[in-house]
C-alpha cells in the first residue's frame, strides 16, 4: 500500500538491511556525516556507517540524545529517519533519507507523521527540521505533515508544533 510504514528503532537487527538499502540507493553524503575516506560506498564509509548509528543505540536518553528509526514499508527497510534532542526543551531536530526506489510513494510523509507521534509520546512538544529551497521531496513531506516553512540564510527552517492535530494527508 502506497504511504504504509513502521518504524523500527535502528539495531544491530535491521543495521545491514538499513546499510544495504543505503549503498544500493543513495550517495553516502546523503546518510552519514562526512568520512575521510576513499569515495563512493567504501569499507571503511560502511563501517563509519554501522559506527555513526550504533553511537544513537541510546535513543534520546543516550550520549547522542538522538532515536534513529529504520523507516519499514511492506516488510522490507527503506530508509531512515531520526530525532535528536534540541538545547531547548521539548524541542527535537529531525532529518530523513529514503532509498531512491521508495521516493514518489508517500512513504516521506508516512514516516515523518509517524516520528511526529512518536516525538509526542516521548514528551516533546516541537519538531524542526533543515532542508535546502531545491530539496523539492523534502519541503512536499515538510507541507504534507503540516510544517510551518520559513528561510534563513538560504535554507529552509520547518517546525511543526505537536499540540495541534498532525494532518493525515
Known amino acids: 500500500m502506497t504511504g504504509a510504514v513502521r518504524l523500527e528503532p535502528v539495531d544491530e537487527r535491521n543495521l545491514e538491511p538499513l546499510l544495504s538499502v543505503a549503498a544500493a540507493e543513495a550517495e553516502p553524503e546523503d546518510v552519514m556525516p562526512p568520512v575521510d575516506a576513499p569515495a563512493g560506498w567504501s569499507l571503511a564509509r560502511r563501517d563509519a556507517f554501522r559506527?555513526?548509528?550504533?553511537?544513537?543505540?541510546?535513543?534520546?536518553?543516550?550520549?547522542?540524545?538522538t532515536a534513529m528509526y529504520a523507516v519499514v514499508s511492506g516488510g522490507e527497510v527503506v530508509g531512515m529517519v531520526r530525532m535528536a534532542r534540541c538545547d531547548e526543551p521539548g524541542v527535537v531536530e529531525t532529518g530523513m533519507w529514503?532509498?531512491?526506489?521508495?521516493?514518489?510513494?508517500?512513504?516521506?510523509?508516512?514516516?515523518?507523521?509517524?516520528?511526529?507521534?512518536?516525538?509526542?509520546?516521548?514528551?516533546?512538544?516541537?519538531?524542526?527540521?533543515?532542508?535546502?529551497?531545491?530539496?523539492?521531496?523534502?519541503?512536499?513531506?515538510?507541507?504534507?505533515?503540516?510544517?510551518?516553512l520559513r528561510e534563513e540564510n538560504g535554507k529552509i527552517r520547518a517546525r511543526m508544533c505537536l499540540d495541534s492535530a498532525i494532518p493525515i494527508r
Not at 131 to 144: H, K
Open 98 to 148: 529514503l532509498g531512491r526506489s521508495a521516493r514518489g510513494r508517500g512513504l516521506g510523509a508516512a514516516a515523518l507523521r509517524e516520528l511526529l507521534h512518536a516525538a509526542a509520546a516521548a514528551g516533546m512538544h516541537t519538531v524542526v527540521a533543515d532542508t535546502t529551497p531545491d530539496n523539492v521531496g523534502a519541503l512536499s513531506v515538510l507541507r504534507r505533515c503540516g510544517a510551518e
Open 51 to 65: 559506527e555513526f548509528h550504533r553511537a544513537s543505540f541510546g535513543g534520546l536518553a543516550g550520549p547522542t540524545r
